[in-house]
């Protein structure tokens, strides 16, 4: 972004404005706008809110253009959402053909229909991180109680149930001794942190890599106080109904992606090592996590 944009996001972090909109897609394949002997089933593939939207797309269009040179006759649309909520409801009415949720989502995604068909990174790269100022003089996780905290969603695993779990486990009380503010995106945790409108900022590691190569300035400002443990990284999910021929090729590109130049660029553009073959069995220990954080700290969903 970089110093006009870094403004922009500075001035709707401090307004609490949604920085993106977007629009409802139509339901179901499309068919691109391509000469007719080369008409090719659409299909969208939805990306959950890593960064916002224009962010989102400058890091994951250029895998979608790859993937396109590589399937004949499908074509892949990206799709941005202005935040967690926009996507969850997305794929709750099973709009997308094609996901890239995050753990918890792709428990909630299996319910609509939506089954993996790869892991999105390295699992030991999906943790939490407290992004705090140089100068704060926070030491220990209880030095937060009575201080406000930022989170992109409550519903995000890595940058916020991961977290609040972390600071439950060394003796903070979430819901009752901490200021929880869900700010909508990565970024924005970031930034009130850098902006001190929080004590500290929940994340994980791609958006505080990406802000730090983007925004050095700002990042030389702030540390890593603390970080989690690490659970399974983010999948990448298809529509039940989509061809099981499409499914398999899409996800053998993406799986092969690490093997060439090309894929290599397009994978340190989206902070993300390599793409895995995964299963929905690989996402079982996210229940248990999930049913354990629910039991001790909140529902995921606040009520």
């Known amino acids: 972004m970089r110093r006009t944009g870094l403004v922009v996001a500075i001035f709707l972090v401090l307004a609490g404005l949604p920085r993106w909109s977007d629009e409802p897609p139509p339901s179901g394949p499309q068919v691109a706008d391509l000469p007719p002997d080369a008409a090719a089933a659409v299909y969208r593939l939805a990306v959950h809110p890593l960064y916002n939207p224009a962010k989102l797309i400058e890091a994951y269009q250029p895998l979608v253009d790859y993937l396109n040179q ?3 006759r499908i074509r892949l649309m990206l ?13 709750a009415n099973r709009r997308p053909e094609f996901l890239l949720p995050n753990p918890w989502q792709t428990l909630q995604a299996m319910k609509s229909g939506y089954r993996v068909i790869a892991m999105a990174g390295d699992p030991t790269d999906f943790k939490g991180i407290f992004v705090v100022r140089t100068d704060s003089d926070l030491v220990r996780p209880v030095d937060l109680k009575g201080k406000a905290v930022s989170y992109p969603s409550p519903t995000a695993l890595a940058a916020c149930i991961m977290p609040q779990f972390f600071l439950h486990q060394h003796g903070v009380d979430v819901i009752a001794d901490l200021d ?3 700010v909508g995106s990565q970024e924005s945790s970031i930034m009130n942190a850098y902006l001190g409108l929080t004590a500290a900022g929940a994340t994980w590691p791609p958006p505080w890599r990406a802000f730090r190569r983007d925004h050095p300035t700002e990042a030389a400002s702030l540390k890593v106080i603390w970080e989690t443990e690490s659970l399974v990284n983010n999948s990448v999910m298809a529509r039940d109904d989509v061809p099981q021929s499409v499914v398999m090729e899409l996800a053998g590109l993406l799986v092969s992606l690490e093997t060439g130049t090309e894929g290599q660029a397009i994978l340190a553009g989206m902070e993300t090592a390599r793409f895995l073959p995964a299963t929905d069995v690989d996402y079982e220990p996210v229940r248990r996590y999930i049913s354990r954080f629910e039991a ?4 995921v969903r606040p009520p």
């Open 70 to 72: 590589r399937l004949p």
């Open 79 to 91: 799709e941005a959402s202005r935040d967690y909520g926009n996507f969850e409801e997305k794929y």
């Open 180 to 182: 929880n503010r869900y």
């Open 296 to 299: 001790e700290v909140r529902p």
